[in-house]
């Protein structure tokens, strides 16, 4: 399998920015998401980045370094809807999808 | 307009009994996928279906059928459940296999093996 590594846990006041990050050892590599998942509910789509840089929608933005092994997420103008799981996800020479443990950010006032 | 559903939202179920959990999706997308999501491990991947009439094996596939009888339909069957089938489960979908794609996730199903 894939080794993907992040961060159990992070809290951030509202307002602010947090940047997750995500490591990774992978045999080849397709890709890499990201998605969010609230407490209880499905996984949906945030990102996706193949090639090197930074790739911003919004609020959220999005970094690989494909020689690091290394891809960060940063939402900036933190609000209390973000407190949620973020998964990094990628997709290794098999192409079958591999996720992280994830990532709880808790947004406090 | 449901997108992808999953049937039941929760179960309790005695171990050595058959289950299967259902996942319908109305994009016609290509291919599905079944995750698990325990605690701590986050989603692994069952089983999925590049396209109708073809199934492969994920990471965890050990106590798991699947089916693909047509686009829509997915479903996961547990032959004999044990509680270490406890988890939530995840159906997925893409407009194209591969894993390149964006993936639209069910709502999911609770199970319970005592």
């Known amino acids: 399998g894939q080794n993907i590594d992040q961060p159990t846990e992070m809290t951030a006041t509202e307002g602010a920015i947090v940047q997750i990050n995500c490591t990774y050892q992978t045999s080849g590599f397709n890709g890499l998401f990201w998605y969010q998942q609230h407490a209880g509910e499905a996984p949906t789509f945030l990102s996706y980045n193949v090639l090197d840089g930074l790739e911003e929608k919004g609020r959220f933005s999005s970094f690989l370094s494909r020689s690091k092994g290394y891809s960060y997420l940063l939402l900036k103008e933190l609000q209390m809807k973000d407190s949620a799981s973020y998964l990094c996800a990628l997709i290794p020479n098999d192409y079958k999808l591999s996720f992280g443990a994830g990532t709880t950010v808790t947004v406090r006032a | 307009i449901a997108g992808i559903t999953q049937a039941p939202t929760s179960q309790i179920l005695a171990a050595g009994r058959r289950m299967t959990l259902r996942c319908t999706q109305d994009?016609?997308?290509?291919?599905m996928y079944w995750y698990r999501q325990d605690l701590g491990l986050g989603l692994r991947l069952i089983h999925y279906s590049n396209t109708a009439g073809t199934t492969g094996k994920g990471e965890v596939p050990d106590g798991y059928s699947v089916s693909r009888a047509n686009t829509d339909d997915f479903p996961l069957t547990l032959a004999s459940a044990v509680p270490s089938q406890t988890s939530v489960y995840f159906c997925?979908?893409?407009?194209?296999?591969?894993?390149?794609?964006?993936?639209?996730f069910g709502p999911g199903t609770r199970l319970t093996v005592l």
């Open positions: 994009m016609r997308h290509n291919a």
């Open positions: 997925a979908s893409s407009a194209v296999a591969g894993g390149v794609d964006e993936q639209f």
